[in-house]
């Protein structure tokens, strides 16, 4: 699988990058925890300034911001907002790179079909994206050890794992997106300013407690105060990620089969 094993190596050094620097991250939030646990009363008097409004935008509750998974739960979503652009820009530039290059022509025509190449490249994805997620997910159970009072690995795994699926979902729209531009200036802008979209749309559909809002709104797909209730996503958004993931690669499959490769 040489289209496979060259995916990974050209974004080997990305891929360590955003590790490291989203595992630091991470750990360097979850050190606070114990400060914070000590200051409750300073941050009780905090949030007591702020309108009911920005706190439900940003899904900020007391009571669960002073637990280990609150807290890793709320930071996570700063998170999660990262890798959303970072899958979605490895989404953007699969086939959209070559798209833009005009280079497809070149690849197209190589004696490999066009699903062969779409499917190497994208298990290669997904393989980037698991290794990014299990990174932060050894982080989070290394801070739980240390820190929560009462440790609860399944939830922390269900907290820091729901990531793997939104970055499915962004890497396939990315994708999707990728093979229809005719062509991407700026591939890390655009997946910035998608996501960044998304995210606020959250917040809006988190504000207006509104239902329907919420199925346009990835980032709430798993919501960390169910997880920490029930112990297990939510099934119905659960399953519509993995639909709207599953959609989108079919339409990214029909997408490329019928490009001309003089429209590359």
């Known amino acids: 699988m040489p ?56 899904a900020i509750e007391l009571d669960t911001l002073l637990s280990f998974h609150g807290y890793l739960g709320y930071v996570y979503g700063y998170i999660l907002l990262a890798l959303g652009i970072y899958s979605m820009r490895l989404g953007l530039t699969t086939i959209g790179k070559e798209i833009s290059r005009n280079t497809s022509e070149f690849l197209f025509t190589k004696p490999v079909k066009r699903s062969r190449v779409l499917l190497e490249k994208g298990l290669a994805a997904f393989l980037l994206m698991l290794f990014l997620t299990l990174s932060l997910l050894l982080a989070a159970l290394f801070m739980e050890y240390l820190y929560a009072e009462k440790k609860e690995p399944g939830i922390t795994f269900l907290i820091v794992f729901s990531a793997f699926f939104l970055q499915m979902l962004f890497y396939s729209l990315g994708l999707l997106m990728g093979i229809l531009k005719r062509k991407v200036r700026f591939f890390s802008s655009s997946a910035i300013g998608v996501v960044s979209a998304f995210y606020i749309l ?30 297990t996503y939510d099934r119905v958004f659960l399953l519509f990620s993995l639909l709207l993931t599953t959609l989108l690669l079919l339409f990214s499959f029909t997408a490329l089969k019928r490009k001309a490769l003089s429209a590359g």
């Open 3 to 58: 289209l496979f094993r060259w995916t990974l190596k050209t974004e080997k050094k990305a891929l360590i990058l955003w590790a490291v620097s989203l595992t630091i991250t991470l750990l360097l939030f979850l050190f606070m925890y114990p400060s914070i646990l000590k200051e409750k009363e300073a941050y009780e008097k905090i949030l007591a300034v702020y309108p009911k409004e920005v706190l439900e935008a940003f």
């Open 202 to 231: 959250s917040m809006v559909s988190q504000v207006l407690q509104k239902d329907y809002l919420r199925y346009a709104a990835p980032f709430r797909y798993f919501d960390v105060s169910e997880i920490m209730r029930s112990g």
